[in-house]
């Protein structure tokens, strides 16, 4: 299949009605060699790749400001959230390969064939908006990790954000193979950061362990919940679900019906691991607050630059708190890369309307980069912590936009035929969509009573 040319640099284009046909993310279909023939590791490690960089916003900037919040103020017991969060991300993820390699569309491209304009309309929306409130985090993210590093004032720091994008650019001009060799150096180093931190923090296993297992308070406890339904937000992300359907689509596998059936094996495998990585991350985050912060008199730490000052101290380790703002660093500049690609794959599958790349990107860094001048200059560095609990937030309430129509097509044997899922694996995900539903008109009810 023929990919479609890119618009012309500085030029924006509705796709024709004779380009409805074309792949997803077109400039990268069917880059990346699968091995045929070979042995099953060479076979699999063609697929390692799209996963790490869809877990990428499992452990992005947002991710941290909720994490600190819930470690510092309720010690080990919202690791349970983010163990229940991480798995129904992984059954996601999986549903998500399935659906762009089984009908060749990503997510965006089979609301737009299935449903009608004033349905397509509103998801459109809400997925953008989703895109915005991750760029919102990644821009303070960045913003906040220079300041700590180099000193360089908020306010300039996070115009400086915005040049990340040349480092998207170049990257995406070098091949897709490359993005994912990016995204992987920088997840290793995030990794090695807490790695050192969980080390130092020296955590009592038995109370970590018991913060796995789900408890009322979650609940029952309105500002648990508020936390809660943030991790969710942080961790299942709507617009990865967009993503993940169409950057499978750049491996070249065969596809006939075996063909398809391996992919989607391989893809889930790769999938899974990079999100047990995102676990371990985020994980890591609550895990190093709550033994820095919870028992020792600083319950209300919330705030990423509160947490830098006092991690070396509270730890004794002098490299610790330069460790998590390079973890910070690299978590904010990592997540550019898909923020970019979600962007682009959802204006392109909703709106069939391809614009540059740097167009693109800085347009959304820019809808980001205002809320948060904004927020600096009326409420000064301090009111960027709850900007960024709050953007998790509202990515959460944009999770059952993306989640329904998926579990929607996937179920549904006319789109899928034998790809289609069996009624157990239809039934959990429905529970899981039920649940995400749940939490959020919960959320909701109580900010209005309230």
């Keep these: 299949m023929a990919g479609l040319p890119a618009a012309p640099a500085g030029r924006a284009r509705f796709a024709r009605r004779t380009d409805a046909e074309n792949p997803s993310l077109p400039e990268a279909f069917a880059s990346v060699r ?3 023939g070979a042995s099953w590791p060479r076979r699999f490690l063609a697929f390692v790749g799209p996963g790490y960089m869809v877990s990428v916003g499992y452990m992005d900037p947002g991710n941290w ?37 089984a009908t060749g569309r990503d997510l965006a491209q089979a609301c737009r064939e299935r449903f009608p304009p004033i349905v397509n309309i509103p998801l459109w929306l809400a997925c953008e908006l989703a895109i915005i409130a991750c760029d919102l985090a990644e821009v303070i993210g960045t913003a906040v990790a220079l300041k700590l590093l180099f000193g360089i004032p908020l306010m300039i ?14 990257l995406m001009n070098r091949g897709f193979r490359y993005l994912e060799a990016f995204v992987i150096a ?29 408890t009322p308070m979650i609940v029952t406890d309105h500002a648990a919940l508020y936390v809660a339904i943030g991790i969710i937000g942080a961790t299942v992300m709507p617009h990865n679900l967009y993503l993940h359907s169409s950057i499978i689509q750049t491996r070249a596998y065969d596809r006939s019906v075996e063909g398809r059936r391996e992919a989607i094996r391989w893809a889930s495998w790769d999938s ?82 391809r614009i540059p790349h740097w167009a693109r990107r800085m347009l959304t860094r820019g809808l980001a980069i205002l809320p948060v001048l904004a927020v600096i200059a009326l409420y000064g560095d301090r009111g960027v912590g709850a900007l960024l609990v709050l953007s998790q937030v509202v990515l959460s309430m944009q999770l059952p936009f993306a989640v329904i129509p998926l ?44």
């Design 65 to 101: 400001a909720t994490d600190l919040q819930g470690g510092a103020q309720f010690g080990y017991r919202l690791l349970a959230v983010i163990m229940l969060s991480n798995l129904m991300a992984i059954l996601l993820q999986a549903l998500s390969v399935r659906l762009g390699i």
């Design 407 to 450: 579990v929607l097509f996937v179920s549904d044997r006319r789109i899928m035929g034998a790809f289609a899922i069996s009624r157990p694996l239809a039934a959990l995900s429905w529970l899981v969509a039920a649940v995400i539903l749940a939490l959020n008109f919960k959320l909701l009810f109580d900010a209005v009573v309230s």
């Design 272 to 353: 899974t691991i990079a999100l047990m990585l995102a676990l371990f991350i985020n994980a890591a985050i609550l895990i190093v607050a709550a033994a820095a912060f919870h028992g020792s008199g600083h319950g209300d730490v919330a705030e990423i630059e509160d947490a830098y000052r006092l991690l070396s101290p509270i730890l004794g380790l002098g490299i610790a708190s330069t460790l998590f703002a390079l973890a910070l660093l690299a978590a904010g500049t990592n997540s550019t890369i898909t923020g970019t690609l979600a962007g682009q794959i959802v204006m392109e599958g909703f709106l069939r309307l």
């Design 34 to 36: 699968v091995p045929q």
């Design 157 to 170: 720091a996070a115009v400086i954000s915005g040049l990340d994008a040349v480092i998207v650019l170049l």
């Design 186 to 214: 920088m997840l290793s180093v995030i990794a090695i950061c807490f790695a050192v931190q969980i080390a130092a923090a020296a955590p009592p296993l038995g109370a970590v362990m018991r913060g796995f297992v789900p």
